[in-house]
């Protein structure tokens, strides 16, 4: 009953910028962590960043130091402000949701292409 909606993701240059946001709705009684993953065709999804309920942040270390991870907390959304884009960020983006009392939820992923 959690709906994760991505936005933002488009074509972009290398060196360029994107941000992305998940917008969180339904029954949302709980939030433990959210975070970004990305996949590639034919490869594994990855965890590119991660805030948790105490707003501790993670990061993959492919993207530290260019991506930064957030939430707007009364509007249950999360963003991705990614920077200094290069070729190897092309994937497509998911937003993830754990509330913490064995939920988990997905978005539909958000297509994001780095051109050179």
């Known amino acids: ?4 909606v991505e936005s933002g993701g488009g074509l972009v240059q290398a060196g360029g910028s994107l941000r992305l946001s998940c ?3 339904g029954s949302i009684f709980s939030i433990h962590a959210m975070a970004w993953y990305r996949q590639t ?3 594994q999804r990855e965890l590119v960043a991660v805030i948790t309920s105490g707003a501790s942040t993670h990061y993959a270390d492919s993207v530290k130091g260019r991506f930064t991870i ?3 907390y009364a509007k ?3 963003y991705l402000q990614m920077n200094t884009l290069k070729p190897e960020d092309t ?3 998911y ?3 754990d509330n913490g009392r064995g939920d988990d939820y997905w978005g ?3 297509q994001v292409t780095v051109s050179s």
């Open 23 to 25: 917008a969180a709705s």
């Open 70 to 72: 957030s939430r707007e």
């Open 91 to 93: 994937a497509v983006y």
């Open 1 to 4: 009953q959690v709906q994760l």
């Open 76 to 78: 249950n959304t999360m």
């Open 108 to 110: 539909q992923g958000t």
């Open 41 to 43: 065709p034919g490869k």
């Open 95 to 97: 937003c993830h949701l």
